[in-house]
């Protein structure tokens, strides 16, 4: 069976289950909870008590000369009308004496995941939420400094988030609109304190909902295929962004950028994979990134790609 025909089957039964896909939908698992390996550990909306740490990273970023040509490429892009937002991510190779299994403990995040000792994330995003017959999702868009003064004031009448913000919200009650009815915007731009090492982040999100039939869990992985990739990490139009951000990345995203979820049997809680450390033989690569816009400014983005390097 497909990606699409397993989620089915496990939501016709309602059967509880653990899901992951990567970026591209080429590479995903789906592994009933009560068959889960112990090689895969998982948090969904943790509300324990961060554990107190001041790790830092050893960092080697991505050459700024390497960084700005991509950028410039995509600006191109932007103005030629092809993509009008697109999600630029790079990798950066990190040092610590930290296992992934003593990341993932430390890690004080919303959604957390360590994977087969292969890669952990610790995610601040969700991807969708479904309870009640009513779908849910959190588009995450904008990012500044806390600590800077009026840092919330700043980034709510930035012009430049504001227009990057907008379109992300409307590529995803788009989506919303292929699998629900009755989509709506909850709440738009609000933010959020997210815990970054050394510092803490300001992220804008916004709250949309759609309605599903009652018999949603039958047609569970018809939802998610339908919704992937998430709009918040690639751009819009889409599958044109998509085509323009495999050509210029020039790397393999793998699963970072793609999602993972369980489904209880009554609900279903699911993560964008991001905030992401991967095993490469003896090296350990982080990959992140942010929205690009035609009025991004490469200084800016390329520091907040570095920003977005920390164990939360």
Excluded at 10 to 22: A, D, L, T
Excluded at 92 to 98: P, V
Excluded at 159 to 172: C, G
Excluded at 278 to 295: Q, V
Aim: glycine share 4%.
């Amino acid at each position: 069976m497909n990606l699409q025909e397993q989620l089915n089957f496990y939501g016709e039964k309602k059967e509880p289950f653990f899901f992951i896909v990567n970026y591209d939908k080429t590479d995903y698992e789906v592994i009933a909870l009560k068959d889960l390996p112990s090689t895969i550990q998982y948090s969904l909306s943790e509300n324990r008590d961060p554990i107190s740490h001041n790790t830092i990273l050893s960092t080697k970023a991505e050459p700024f000369e390497s960084y700005r040509k991509k950028f410039y490429t995509l600006e191109d892009e932007i103005l030629n009308g092809n993509t009008y937002l697109a999600n630029l991510t790079s990798q950066t190779q990190i040092d610590t004496k930290l296992s992934l299994q003593e990341i993932y403990t430390l890690a004080n995040a919303k959604f957390k995941l360590l994977y087969h000792d292969k890669f952990v994330c610790f995610s601040p995003e969700r991807f969708c939420e479904i309870k009640e017959n009513t779908i849910y999702t959190y588009p995450m868009k904008g990012t500044i400094d806390a600590m800077i003064p009026n840092a919330e004031h700043i980034i709510l009448n930035d012009s430049k988030e504001l227009a990057e913000h907008t379109m992300i919200v409307d590529l995803l009650r788009n989506d919303l609109s292929i699998v629900s009815k009755k989509v709506r915007v909850e709440k738009f731009r609000y933010c959020e304190y997210i815990e970054a090492g050394e510092k803490k982040l300001i992220q804008v999100s916004s709250k949309i909902s759609g309605q599903l039939e009652k018999n949603w869990e039958n047609k569970i992985g018809d939802i998610i295929v339908s919704l992937l990739p998430a709009g918040s990490i690639t751009g819009t139009p889409k599958k044109k962004t998509v085509e323009i951000l495999n050509t210029i990345e020039n790397y393999k995203r793998g699963y970072f950028t793609g999602i993972f979820g369980v489904y209880d049997g009554k609900r279903l809680d699911s993560s964008v994979i991001i905030r992401y450390i991967e095993k490469d033989n003896e090296n350990l690569i982080y990959k992140s990134g942010g929205g690009i816009t035609s009025d991004s400014d490469l200084h800016k983005e390329y520091q907040e790609m570095c920003d977005k390097v920390y164990i939360p």
